[in-house]
Structures are given as C-alpha cells and as structure tokens.
C-alpha cells in the first residue's frame, strides 16, 4: 500500500470519528499542499515558493494538482489526513501539547513532513529548537542523516550526487558549511520527517513565471519529494 492509498483510506475511516466530512473537491485531487502553521514561531515564510511547486508538479506530472495552497494549524486534526505537510522556518519551534501530538501521530501512521530549516537567523534557533524536539517526541538519534542513494534522490528526477546544492546556504546562521546530506525520520522503512538545512524554500521563494530564466529548473529535486511523499 503506497502513502496516498493510507491516507485515502484514513480520509474515509478512522479519521472520520475526528473530523467533519471533507469538502467534495479534496476528493477530486491526489496532492495538496498542505503548510503547517505552529504557535511558537514564523511559520508563513517562503510565501510563493508553494504555487512555484505546484506548477512544477503541473509540469511534470499527472497528478491533479489542488492549484491553492492549504494552511491548516498543526493542533487541528485536520492535518492528519494531508498526503504530505510542510514547515517552516526560523525562529522557536516549541509545540504545545495538541501540535505535539498531532505531529507525532501523523509521522507514526504514515505521514510525510517536509521540513525546511530557512536559515536566516544568526544562532541557529529553528535549527536547535526543531531538533530537540524531535528527539523529545521520537527519542535521541531518531532524526540521522539518509545516504544520497536514497530513493528519494530517484524518485522522479536522478540526482545522482545527493540533495542539490542552494544559493541560500551559506546566508545562514553561521556554521559556515554547505551540508552535502538530508536528515530524516524512518518509520517502517519510510522517511516520515525529511528535514533540511539547505533553506530550499527561499530558493524555490520566486514567481514560477521567471523560471524560463533558470538554465535548470531548480524545483525539479521538490517534484521528487512530492512523488517519494505520495508513493514510498
């Protein structure tokens, strides 16, 4: 059973004792973009890199794409039946008690979170905030580095050398290094937390119309997050 399948079926299933019926034209779709917006910090960065993604996926794809970005709070069980959630960026990352719960038991039933570190302030906050908190909700060590021959790095385009490298790394919060790795959660044998450092929300963060400019599509490495995320 792929991920989408899962999350069909929990769309019909057990998450109906937690939520109303979903809208009609959520059926018509097999991706959405779902943000997750979280109290303690700036969750609304990057705020055209989501559409830029979108009509990559359009692009590439056949997927029918939902051409709207979703915000939903993480505390709102809601976020459960998203076939892929993204956050964002970078100051504290502190959960109360629902977004905790909910994140845990999204990630624990098959859930795909792409988590992007915006890098932009000094001390690293996002960064350390984020990773002590996964290591509460899913013990030390649980978020590690994947090898970049993962499948991830096959599953639509090759990127034979790993995670693409981004412009934005080195504007950071000072360690001064370009991190040639992804970390991730597994569970079950799937990446349940994708988790980067490379800031590639501010690189994807233009209009999609200027991307005729680019000698290379630079959204094509999301295009294989989205198929992982919805086929692993």
Not at 64 to 76: F, H, I, S
Not at 179 to 206: F, M, P, T
């Amino acid at each position: 059973m792929t991920r989408a399948d899962l999350f069909r079926l929990l769309a019909g299933g057990a998450a109906a004792t937690l939520l109303p019926p979903p809208a009609a034209a959520q059926t018509t779709y097999d991706f959405w973009f779902t943000r997750l917006r979280y109290q303690s910090g700036n969750w609304d960065v990057d705020e055209r890199m989501p559409l830029n993604v979108l009509t990559s996926l359009v692009d590439y794809t056949n997927l029918r794409v939902d051409p709207e970005e979703r915000v939903v709070d993480l505390a709102d069980p809601a976020m459960l039946t998203a076939p892929f959630c993204y956050m964002a960026g970078h100051k504290l990352v502190e959960f109360n008690q629902a977004e905790a719960r909910n994140f845990r038991t999204y990630v624990e039933n098959g859930g795909f979170v792409f988590v992007d570190d915006c890098n932009h302030d000094i001390d690293g906050l996002f960064a350390r905030t984020f990773e002590r908190q996964m290591a509460a909700l899913f013990g030390e060590g649980a978020l590690d580095k994947i090898p970049n021959d993962h499948p991830i790095y096959s599953a639509f385009f090759d990127f034979p050398d790993g995670p693409p490298n981004t412009s934005m790394e080195l504007n950071g919060w000072g360690d001064d290094l370009v991190h040639d790795y992804l970390k991730a959660i597994i569970v079950d044998g799937r990446i349940g937390v994708l988790y980067s450092n490379k800031d590639y929300g501010c690189e994807w963060d233009y209009d999609w119309r200027n991307k005729r400019f680019l000698a290379e599509d630079n959204t094509k490495f999301a295009v294989n997050i989205v198929i992982y995320a919805l086929t692993a």
